[in-house]
């Protein structure tokens, strides 16, 4: 049912049932209770050859992620890693691992992968059989390849990892290591995600990888009861958080992935909580009053800013520090303001969702209240917005004038150019960065029932993460050490 309904939360009776209430929020909407309010419309690494540190692997292509190109880079080729002869349940493991390794490299949006299709015949474990003139003719035509072999020994497996520059026959090996992990599904993944990312490091144009990231989201396996999730950042391995049998929504990661902040029905009206990532053990924050929602940590982690009602009947933007003491008020209207978000790169600007000209748009401000500004200008409803890492464009939902669906559109800051990449899918929301600044996950409707999706920032390479039950309300988290 297609509602546009922005609410403020007035918890005068039971949130029951179906659609519509809290369209607009920090990390998103849940569309799950009638509007109760004003409506608005375990591993190791060691070095076996020449290790990462040092190597003097060639500058790799440039890379371009702009909105609107696609994504450019070092042409790569990966055959498949091998177990020792005999070792059946090593095999096994590295078939987990193949794929994983290549769907990693694949979706990193910084390196392109030559088809196996084109590779020369043979097994390629070890360096005596990797021949650079195979590898770098016309038909192939690759600058690196990543190569290896595993083994088990005393429930652990052993990948031996090389990453070597065919172009560079003085110096070809860039990564040299041997990963070691429990030998289970999980430990052959853990091992793909490791080298996934140290090949995208060194040559996937100075960015980091994201394969040991994760999402946190908000799953509906029962109507009308909301969990919090934690998934790996390609939808593997999803763990409830919480066991509440009430309603929470907006998780929001603390920089450093150690804590999450969301909100919770537990205790009657929608107040902030904040958990552990590792053991689920509660932080103290201390209750605002009224109704309190949409987290958002400082990129410093230091502080939180949050809407609240406790001194009027609409919620206004405040900040905190991280454990709800010191309050500080930055916006003072007659109008709803909610989903704060901040600049990571300045930890000074805020940017926020107010229907205080009619219709719900996104403002910026300082973080002091001070200098307010209007996102977009076109019309419409421009909500959900989200910063990216490097401070130059927000994302955001948006529902046009004369359309009928939410899409995601990224907003460059530099030029206000909005450019769309969502298109024709359903309602797409509450977009969330990767902490690479080169992906992005959100809500869609695309498939029927609410659920999680990542993309490239040209909206390419869409992958749906979630299948069970209704799915909302995605945050991605920053690198985890």
């Known amino acids: ?11 005068t009776i039971p949130l029951l049932a179906e659609e519509g209430w809290l369209r607009f929020s920090a990390a998103g909407v849940a569309r799950s209770a009638s509007p109760i309010g004003r409506s608005l419309k375990g591993r190791s690494a060691s070095p076996i050859g020449r290790s990462l540190k040092g190597s003097s ?17 070092v042409k790569l080729a990966v055959p498949e890693f091998q177990a020792a002869a005999g070792e059946t349940k090593a095999a096994a493991l590295m078939e987990i691992f193949n794929k994983v390794l290549w769907d990693d490299l694949d979706y990193s949006g910084g390196v392109t992968l030559v088809s196996r299709s084109l590779y020369p015949l043979g097994k390629f474990t070890s360096p005596g059989e990797i021949n650079a003139d195979e590898w770098t003719t016309p038909a192939v035509d690759a600058q690196f390849i990543a190569f290896g072999n595993s083994q088990i020994a005393a429930d652990r497996i052993r990948v031996e990892a090389r990453l070597w520059d065919l172009k560079a026959p003085q110096n070809r090996e860039a990564i040299g290591k041997a990963y070691s992990s429990e030998a289970t599904d999980a430990g052959a993944r853990l091992i793909a995600h490791e080298f996934a990312d140290e090949i995208i490091k060194l040559i996937g144009g100075g960015i ?13 396996r029962t109507i009308g009861v909301k969990e919090l999730y934690v998934m790996d950042y390609d939808g593997n391995d999803s763990q409830a958080m919480t066991a509440y049998k009430s309603i929470v929504m907006t998780p929001a990661w603390s920089p450093d992935g150690e804590k999450i902040a969301f909100t919770s029905f537990r205790r009657g009206s929608p107040d902030i909580e904040i958990l552990s990532r590792l ?33 009027g009947s609409n919620t206004e933007i405040y900040v905190a520090d991280w454990n709800g003491k010191n309050l500080r008020r930055l916006t003072v209207t007659k109008a709803v303001n909610v989903s704060p978000t901040w600049n990571p790169r300045t930890g000074h600007e805020i940017a926020f969702t107010s229907d205080r000209n009619g219709s719900p748009q996104i403002y910026i401000m300082d973080d002091d209240g001070t200098n307010l500004r209007r996102l977009v200008e076109e019309g419409g409803h421009a909500v959900e917005p989200t910063w990216s890492p490097d401070g130059q464009r927000i994302a ?8 009928s669906n939410f899409d995601i559109y990224i907003h460059e800051l530099a030029s206000s150019m909005n450019t769309q990449i969502t298109h024709d899918s359903g309602d797409n929301e509450r977009p969330r960065w990767a902490p690479d600044g080169r992906h992005i996950a959100f809500e869609s409707s695309r498939s029927g029932t609410t659920q999680i999706y990542s993309m490239l920032l040209d909206g390419t390479k869409v992958r749906q993460l979630t299948n069970s039950g209704k799915n909302t309300g995605p945050a991605w988290s920053g690198y985890i050490q």
């Open 279 to 311: 053991d689920r053990r509660p932080y103290p924050f201390d209750r605002a009053g009224g109704t309190t929602i949409t987290p958002a940590w400082s990129p410093d982690g230091s502080k939180i800013a949050f809407a609240t009602s406790r001194d």
């Open 208 to 220: 980091r990888g994201i394969a040991l990231t994760k999402i946190a989201y908000i799953g509906e």
């Open 57 to 73: 692997a060639r500058p790799p292509e440039q890379i371009n992620t702009h909105t609107d190109k696609g994504v450019i880079g």
């Open 396 to 403: 955001f939902a948006w529902l046009k004038s004369r359309t």
């Open 1 to 11: 049912m297609k509602r546009f309904l922005l609410c403020l939360f007035v918890f």
